[in-house]
T-cell receptor, first 115, second 110 residues
Framework: SQTIHQWPATLVQPVGSPLSLECTVEGTSNPNLYWYRQAAGRGLQLLFYSVGIGQISSEVPQNLSASRPQDRQFILSSKKLLLSDSGFYLC??????????????FGPGTRLLVL | TQLLEQSPQFLSIQEGENLTVYCNSSSVFSSLQWYRQEPGEGPVLLVTVVTGGEVKKLKRLTFQFGDARKDSSLHITAAQPGDTGLYLCAGGDAGNMLTFGGGTRLMVKP
């Protein structure tokens, strides 16, 4: 069966510090991968998605970047964190071959607090 | 840009009551998915509906996709405290991108 991991689970960082959040998927090959950010108790905002190694699409301009160095690894980064980067970050995967009806499966999330 | 409006944003009811959550858009979606999320965890899929007019039941939960595939509803019968959580609808397109609604936070009091 497929599993998706995120770490760390919680992170407290000072403003201006760098960021690296990691997401890995097991049990599947060549998945589509996604990074979302969620404000408290609200819906999800898509930040980045990837259909393959080294292929990253950005949905919103921001202080963040994403990379996919391996097939099942997706990394969210920042060189200098802003207060507004605080939030709950979710990674998700879906099967690569889609009919438009495929489910996205979410990781447990990383709660980031920038002080 | 596709938008999904979810209502109500908050709902607090007593155990045993019925409720309906709505998800509306002016855009047509290829699929509509409902997720439930617990605090501090990732969303978990409840159901996917793909055909206009489709109705799916999951125990006390009934999901319906509008005939025009622009809207959906989630109806819970005889709500229980275990139903408490954040309910999210998401519309899918042909490229498997999801557009999420703003969520409905449900609290069921014993």
């Amino acid at each position: 069966s497929q599993t998706i991991h995120q770490w760390p689970a919680t992170l407290v960082q000072p403003v201006g510090s760098p960021l690296s959040l990691e997401c890995t998927v097991e049990g599947t090959s060549n998945p589509n991968l996604y990074w979302y950010r969620q404000a408290a108790g609200r819906g999800l905002q898509l930040l980045f998605y990837s259909v393959g190694i080294g292929q990253i699409s950005s949905e919103v301009p921001q202080n963040l970047s994403a990379s996919r160095p391996q097939d099942r690894q997706f990394i969210l980064s920042s060189k200098k964190l802003l207060l507004s980067d605080s939030g709950f970050y979710l990674c998700a995967w879906s099967p690569h071959l889609t009919t438009g009806n495929e489910t996205q499966y979410f990781g447990p999330g990383t709660r980031l607090l920038v002080l | 840009t596709q938008l999904l409006e979810q209502s109500p944003q908050f709902l607090s009811i007593q155990e045993g009551e019925n409720l309906t959550v709505y998800c509306n858009s002016s855009s047509v979606f290829s699929s509509l998915q409902w997720y439930r999320q617990e605090p501090g965890e990732g969303p978990v899929l409840l159901v996917t509906v793909v055909t206009g007019g489709e109705v799916k039941k999951l125990k006390r939960l009934t999901f319906q996709f509008g005939d025009a595939r622009k809207d959906s509803s989630l109806h819970i019968t005889a709500a229980q405290p275990g139903d408490t959580g954040l309910y999210l609808c998401a519309g899918g397109d042909a490229g498997n991108m999801l557009t999420f609604g703003g969520g409905t936070r449900l609290m069921v009091k014993p």
